[in-house]
């Protein structure tokens, strides 16, 4: 990183008291820098059995965005980003900073292409509107960020599509115990994970479709896991939206010779109204286990007041109907630039 570019971060961060959605560092001889983050705080007693209220910071991130001008339709991009987990005050400890996103790539008008350390599409899934609290919804069986990924992402206003490879291997081969030197090691597991996504916007209609599928192979144990999900919104009537979506996860285990086989369907609907600076949500949810005499429902309902663009706090509750599930709940402000 040029000096000019380190200098001008901290004042344009001390700047920014007003901040949209990323601040700007450096934007000059084809090279541009940005940088964004969040950190909320929440306060929530979980759904479940028996649970109690407790603190917990939910989200501490800073993101670095770069894009070099190579030509009038090429450019080079990275992402670099730090995560900032809870420290536990019980052993002193102050918290763990990771690194979640690490990846360069290429952009033009036929879309953008990125390889390293990053979010699969996976991670977008989904249509709630909770912030905690949707108890059933989909997001069993499948992985959401992966460290060797090739991602592509094109979206021309109306139809968007994008593909996702992820290969993890430690280079041995299949039922190796040994290093190239000869000394023992045990092997770990092969994965591979293929992604696509399909959408389509028309009108005031949104929809699209999730597609993952997860290849995992290691010492006597063998994984495959399929997941889909429908998902379509709706923001034809003013101040209004509505969204639904229909998922399913097959997943087949196989470790020391034992099979399992397990296939789950979920089904959620959602509906936010806002008036002015306040936003009101609802929303159900439906999980439903093959060979499970039951399916479990859970209802949530939420309000968010927007402080600023950029600063919101709100508030939820949340139930399910499952064997001894109590009530939940949760409040949280969450300040991001």
Known sequence: MKKTILAMAVPALLAAGSASASINLYDAEGVKVDVSGAA?????QEIGNDQ???????????QFDTEVTVSDKLSAIAAVDFEFEDADGNTGTNGNVENNVLYVGLKGDWGQFTAGRQL??????????????????????YNTHAQQVGKYVYDN??????????DKSDGFEDGAEYDENGTTKTRQDDESIYEGRLGYRIADVD??????????????????ADAYNFEIEYAGIENVG????????????????????????????????TMG??????????????????????????????LHSNAKVYAEVGDSDGDEQDWGYVAGMEVKF
Do not use: C, H, P
Request: charged share 30%.
């Open 40 to 44: 909320e705080v929440q306060y929530i």
């Open 52 to 62: 109690d209220g407790k603190w917990r910071l939910d989200d501490g991130d800073v």
């Open 120 to 141: 699969l599409l996976m991670d977008d899934a989904g249509i709630t509107k909770d912030y905690e609290l949707a108890e059933n919804a989909f997001g069993d069986g």
């Open 157 to 166: 206003g109306t139809f968007y599509a994008a593909a996702t490879y992820t």
């Open 207 to 224: 929809a699209r479709v999730y597609y993952q599928r997860i290849d995992t192979i290691g010492n006597d144990k063998e994984l495959d």
């Open 242 to 273: 509505i969204a639904a979506s229909y998922g399913r996860t097959s997943v087949d285990s196989r470790e020391s010779g034992n099979v399992v086989d397990t296939d789950t369907d979920y089904i959620s609907l959602a509906a936010d109204y």
């Open 277 to 306: 600076k306040t936003t009101y949500a609802i929303g159900f949810d439906n999980k439903d286990v093959d060979g499970q005499q039951d399916d479990v429902n859970s209802y949530y309902a939420n309000v968010t007041y927007a």
